[in-house]
Nanobody, 124 residues
Framework: QVRLVESGGDSVQAGGSVRLSCAVSGFTYGYYCMGWFRQAVGKEREGVASIVNYGSISYAPSVEGRFTISTDNAKNRLYLQMDSVKPEDTAMYYC??????????????????WGQGTQVTVSS
C-alpha cells in the first residue's frame, strides 16, 4: 500500500523559509515522478515542483529560483525547500507520486497517489 505523509507546514513572514518533508512508503517502480502541488482557497490545485528518479527537475515559473525540490532515497523522503516566501505562496501543499515519469507539473490527474496536505501560511 502506497502512503505519502507530509510535514513541515508553518506560518511564516514574507521573506522567510519553510522546509516541507514527505515520507514515502510502499511506492516502488523503475521510473517514476514525485511532485509538490499546492492549492489556495478558491483556486485550482497547481504543480509547484517535480522530480523524476533519473534526475529531471521542473519548477513552476512562480517559484523558480526560490524553491528547491530534492529527495533522500535512503530515507524514502521528498523535500521542498521554500525560500524568500511570499504571501501568494500561502496554500495547502501536497506531496504526490506518479507511476509515469512524464507526469511533471501536472495536471493533477497525472499523479496516482497523494498525501493529506500540510498548510503553509505567509504573512506580509
Amino acid at each position: 500500500q502506497v502512503r505519502l505523509v507530509e510535514s513541515g507546514g508553518d506560518s511564516v513572514q514574507a521573506g522567510g523559509s519553510v522546509r516541507l518533508s514527505c515520507a514515502v512508503s510502499g511506492f516502488t517502480y523503475g521510473y517514476y515522478c514525485m511532485g509538490w502541488f499546492r492549492q489556495a482557497v478558491g483556486k485550482e490545485r497547481e504543480g509547484v515542483a517535480s522530480i523524476v528518479n533519473y534526475g529531471s527537475i521542473s519548477y513552476a515559473p512562480s517559484v523558480e529560483g526560490r524553491f528547491t525540490i530534492s529527495t533522500d532515497n535512503a530515507k524514502n523522503r521528498l523535500y521542498l525547500q521554500m525560500d524568500s516566501v511570499k504571501p501568494e505562496d500561502t496554500a495547502m501543499y501536497y506531496c504526490a507520486a506518479a507511476r509515469d515519469p512524464r507526469a511533471g507539473l501536472g495536471p493533477a490527474y497525472n499523479y496516482n497517489y497523494w498525501g493529506q496536505g500540510t498548510q503553509v501560511t505567509v504573512s506580509s
